[in-house]
């Protein structure tokens, strides 16, 4: 079955450091998402991409963040500058083309840790 | 805008009950609604989604769910409770349309007492 792949499962990184988490969509999915959980919190919507930009962003998604799919097939969430209460895990999720069929769904989720 | 309401942040039963895991939400536009289950350490698996059609819908692992409009419901239900249904379980809306976000309720965690 298709999945959803999420790099690296665990980062920890040093509050100020530039982190990229990548996720290798479903082939043949065109819609992107990232999603966070705060540990204990709901899971936050944070953007969504489609034809190479972006769509739909949350209040969350400041000047921090940045999303690109670079060589067509990562979709990288980049977090500028990291602060501790970025500590989530982010989660990657992909939709397929046909718009009727609204199920995305998710990889294992990278877990970022800034100390 | 679109919101999710899970009533109870915890829901303890015992093996072999009835589960129900309540959600309520509201949305501007006809919902597309959605519960993903999350295993510990693990992802967002999809057990079940209501599109158009029959307002009764069966997933996987024996869940069910029934949207109901004039309630703003869509309560996940399992007649006999399994311990490896033990998980934190979302419910989750969208308008369905294009690169529109899923919007997610806080979750519940199910706890299955032996």
């Known amino acids: 079955e298709p999945e959803v792949t999420q790099t690296p499962s665990h980062q920890v990184t040093q509050m100020g450091q530039e982190v990229i988490l990548r996720c290798v969509p479903i082939?043949?999915?065109?819609?992107f998402y990232w999603y966070r959980q705060i540990l204990g919190q709901k899971v936050e919507f944070l953007v969504s991409?489609?034809?190479?930009?972006?769509?739909?962003k949350s209040e969350i998604f400041d000047d921090q963040f940045s999303v690109e799919r670079p060589d067509g097939s990562n979709f990288t969430l980049k977090i500028r500058s990291t602060k501790l209460e970025d500590s989530a895990m982010y989660f990657c999720?992909?939709?397929?083309?046909?718009?009727?069929?609204?199920?995305?769904?998710f990889g294992q989720g990278t877990r970022l840790t800034v100390v | 805008a679109q919101s999710v309401t899970q009533l109870g942040s915890h829901v303890s039963v015992s093996e072999g009950a009835l589960v129900l895991l309540r959600c309520n939400y509201s949305?501007?536009?006809?919902?597309?609604l959605f519960w993903y289950v999350q295993y510990p350490n693990q992802g967002l698996q999809l057990l079940l989604k209501?599109?158009?059609?029959?307002?009764l819908v069966k997933g996987i692992n024996g869940f069910e769910a029934e949207f109901k409009k004039s309630e703003t419901s869509f309560h996940l239900t399992k007649p006999s409770a399994h311990m490896s249904d033990a998980a934190e379980y979302f419910c989750?809306?969208?308008?369905?349309?294009?690169?529109?976000?899923?919007?997610f309720g806080k979750g519940t965690h199910l706890i299955i007492q032996p």
């Open positions: 082939s043949n999915h065109l819609y």
């Open positions: 991409f489609y034809n190479n930009e972006i769509s739909e």
């Open positions: 949305s501007s536009v006809p919902p597309y």
């Open positions: 209501y599109t158009t059609g029959a307002t």
């Open positions: 989750a809306v969208s308008s369905g349309g294009g690169a529109d976000g899923l919007t």
């Open positions: 999720a992909t939709r397929p083309r046909d718009k009727r069929n609204t199920e995305a769904f």
